[in-house]
């Protein structure tokens, strides 16, 4: 909401934004919606979109762009979608690293992690098979990803699960995968974290290993950033009396 405001505040004729897919089940969405109609935008396009469509990483995310509502030259344009081709695993786009020495000790679990990630109990509290008990094979499921599977969404609090305090973990469990090869289990690490949200060249990644997961957690996977971006360039040419699409 704040960063709502501070958009207006610029005025521009076009802004994007990116947030949860359940952000219009939320129960402060009905304000969002309507501070966006007090500061006279309209929402042009409120759509959901999956990482998981173009890069091995469920990560759900509903891209919104706003326009002027008293700018009358904005005409409505279908949505620009991402262009896919295949769906890809964790092997075929190449997620998993070959890891050196210190990259294995980072991604290495200790047994009270091991224990807090493969006990039913402590899986997401949505995450279901249609049954009430949650099992072994849940955690199968969700927790544990081989080569040919898709990573769960990157979430802020990944590899620290004895960080989170126990009525959290109660309330809403633990989210998060653990890469199965052969019979090793480990966490992801940040490397892998980049490819998966889109990035394809050497990055700086900040120490220690908690803020790059932060960072990483909260950040704009690259599709989704340019997904936003194109449609709002498709609305400024549209605009400006420009044919085609970017």
Request: with cysteine; aromatic share 8%.
């Amino acid at each position: 909401v704040v960063a709502i405001f501070y958009t207006a505040m610029l005025r521009p004729r076009i802004f994007v934004s990116e947030n949860v897919s359940n952000l219009k089940a939320h129960r402060h969405w009905r304000l969002i919606s309507w501070i966006i109609e007090w500061l006279n935008y309209r929402v042009h396009m409120n759509q959901s979109f999956d990482l998981k469509e173009v890069i091995p990483q469920a990560r759900d995310r509903v891209i919104m762009v706003c326009v002027d509502a008293l700018d009358i030259e904005i005409s409505r344009v279908n949505p620009v979608k991402w262009p896919v081709t295949r769906k890809h695993t964790l092997r075929t786009y190449g997620a998993i690293c070959d890891l050196d020495n210190e990259w294995q000790q980072r991604a290495r679990l200790d047994d009270a992690e091991l224990k807090m990630y493969l006990d039913p109990a402590n899986l997401p509290k949505e995450f279901s098979r249609g049954h009430a008990k949650k099992t072994s094979r849940d955690v199968l499921a969700y927790r544990l990803k081989d080569l040919d599977s898709v990573a769960s969404c990157i979430l802020t609090s990944y590899g620290r699960p004895a960080a989170l305090s126990d009525s959290l973990v109660r309330r809403g469990g633990i989210y998060g995968s653990l890469i199965m090869i052969g019979p090793v289990v480990r966490k992801l690490v940040a490397p892998e974290f980049a490819i998966l949200m889109g990035l394809i060249h050497r990055q700086w990644i900040p120490e220690p290993e908690y803020q790059s997961t932060m960072i990483f957690g909260n950040a704009i996977a690259v599709p989704h950033a340019l997904i936003g971006l194109l449609n709002a360039v498709a609305l400024g040419q549209r605009s400006l009396g420009l044919a085609g699409h970017p």
